[in-house]
């Protein structure tokens, strides 16, 4: 962590926002990506659950 912040001494604001804006949109992609093959729970966890909340 502290050579990344080192490496990133003397950015501009505007420069980090833009890299926010790139990171962001990545992990947001990679997140959607396994979201999307992630099967529902068996029925009867989704239940057990169900009486646990409600």
Avoid: N
Wanted: negative net charge; glycine residues 4%.
């Amino acid at each position: 962590m502290k050579l990344i912040l080192e490496a990133m001494q003397g950015i501009t604001y505007l420069e980090w926002r833009k890299l926010r804006h790139v990171i962001d949109g990545r992990f947001e992609a990679d997140a959607s990506a396994v979201t999307r093959k992630m099967p529902l729970a068996d029925v009867d966890t989704i239940v057990k659950d169900y009486h646990i909340e409600f």
